[in-house]
């Protein structure tokens, strides 16, 4: 920038800037406090960041786990970019640190999931891997079903969301990746569909499990819904995410329903570690 710019930018008025500043994005504020003392301490005013912040986002702090401690609105706004537990724990709350977009992650406990009330079938349980108090465990079932809900209106608006289950295999899991599974998400009349495996890191176990049920996944396979195949990867997190699908969140409010079924072959299966279903912001936003 040259030095004649540099001048006319410091005589701006800095409540000048901050309402200027309050039209651009977390990043292009980030980026222009480094321009001159005057948008250094315009990026800091609370006109900026009250405008980054959600619209409900005095009902979201009345509604955390654990009180935030800031002073400034920009102060706020960072404490929200890390993950804060809400309604009792059973919701993790989040801000997009450049774009100001929300993620949502609905624990186990928020999701219905097919039998979670027979502890033959799952266990909750603790374990300090999860950001919620518990996860759910399956021990044993034929008939995996997973499904969750979320407003459109409690997201960020004109952004397109992908929504991700969250889990982990033990190692004593089996029957998971032998019949495929299906993921769906509905919106109004919109239905994004898609399978998946649930792959065990057992190798030899795997190969037996195949060979064993050649006949009946091959008949399976036949019967699975067109859509999108998604495989499960690995998370800066430790844990593992499968996308179900993608919705966009336009200015109309609509229920975002997810899912997630095993193909109907009452195959027995047990090892998924389930801590819930994350909701946020494709990476090309």
Same mark, same amino acid.
């Given at each position: 920038m040259?030095n004649?710019?540099?001048?006319f930018i410091?005589?701006?008025?800095?409540?000048c800037?901050?309402?200027i500043?309050?039209f651009t994005s977390?990043t292009?504020?980030?980026?222009?406090?480094?321009v001159?003392s005057?948008f250094n301490?315009?990026?800091?005013?609370d006109?900026v960041w009250?405008?980054?912040?959600?619209?409900?986002?005095?009902d979201?702090?009345s509604?955390?786990v654990?009180?935030l401690?800031?002073?400034?609105?920009?102060?706020?706004?960072?404490?929200?970019?890390?993950? &804060? /537990?809400?309604?009792?724990?059973r919701?993790?709350?989040? *801000?997009e640190?450049?774009?100001?977009?929300?993620? %949502?992650? @609905?624990?186990a406990?928020?999701?219905?999931?097919s039998?979670?009330?027979?502890?033959?079938?799952?266990?909750w349980?603790s374990?300090?891997?999860?950001?919620f108090?518990?996860?759910?465990?399956?021990?044993?079932?034929?008939w995996l079903e997973?499904h969750g809900k979320?407003?459109?209106q &409690? /997201?960020?608006?004109?952004?397109?969301?992908g929504?991700? *289950?969250?889990?982990?295999i033990?190692?004593?899991? %089996?029957? @998971?990746?032998?019949?495929?599974?299906?993921?769906?998400?509905?919106?109004g009349n919109?239905?994004?569909?898609g399978?998946t495996?649930?792959?065990q890191e057992?190798?030899?176990k795997?190969?037996?499990?195949c060979?064993f049920?050649r006949?009946?996944?091959?008949?399976?396979?036949?019967?699975?819904?067109?859509?999108i195949?998604q495989i499960?990867?690995e998370?800066?997190?430790?844990?593992?995410?499968i996308?179900?699908?993608?919705f966009?969140?336009?200015e109309?409010y609509?229920?975002?329903?997810m899912s997630?079924?095993e193909?109907?072959g009452?195959?027995s299966?047990?090892?998924l570690?389930?801590?819930?279903?994350?909701?946020?912001?494709?990476?090309?936003?």
């Amino acid at each position: 920038m040259s030095n004649s710019m540099g001048g006319f930018i410091d005589m701006l008025p800095e409540d000048c800037v901050s309402t200027i500043l309050s039209f651009t994005s977390p990043t292009d504020t980030f980026r222009s406090s480094m321009v001159s003392s005057t948008f250094n301490s315009a990026a800091k005013s609370d006109v900026v960041w009250e405008m980054f912040l959600p619209a409900d986002y005095k009902d979201v702090l009345s509604r955390v786990v654990t009180p935030l401690a800031f002073t400034t609105k920009k102060e706020l706004f960072l404490c929200l970019c890390n993950p &804060i /537990l809400i309604d009792g724990g059973r919701k993790s709350f989040k *801000l997009e640190k450049l774009s100001g977009k929300i993620s %949502y992650m @609905l624990s186990a406990k928020e999701l219905s999931i097919s039998s979670q009330n027979d502890p033959m079938q799952w266990t909750w349980k603790s374990i300090p891997q999860s950001r919620f108090s518990e996860v759910a465990e399956l021990r044993t079932t034929s008939w995996l079903e997973i499904h969750g809900k979320i407003k459109t209106q &409690i /997201l960020s608006p004109n952004t397109t969301y992908g929504a991700y *289950l969250i889990m982990k295999i033990s190692n004593r899991a %089996y029957g @998971l990746d032998s019949i495929p599974s299906e993921m769906s998400i509905e919106v109004g009349n919109k239905v994004c569909n898609g399978t998946t495996y649930l792959r065990q890191e057992d190798g030899k176990k795997q190969q037996m499990d195949c060979l064993f049920y050649r006949n009946r996944t091959e008949v399976l396979r036949k019967r699975v819904i067109e859509g999108i195949e998604q495989i499960p990867s690995e998370r800066e997190d430790g844990w593992m995410e499968i996308e179900l699908g993608e919705f966009f969140s336009g200015e109309s409010y609509e229920e975002v329903k997810m899912s997630f079924m095993e193909v109907k072959g009452y195959q027995s299966k047990g090892g998924l570690i389930l801590e819930g279903i994350e909701i946020r912001p494709k990476n090309y936003e």
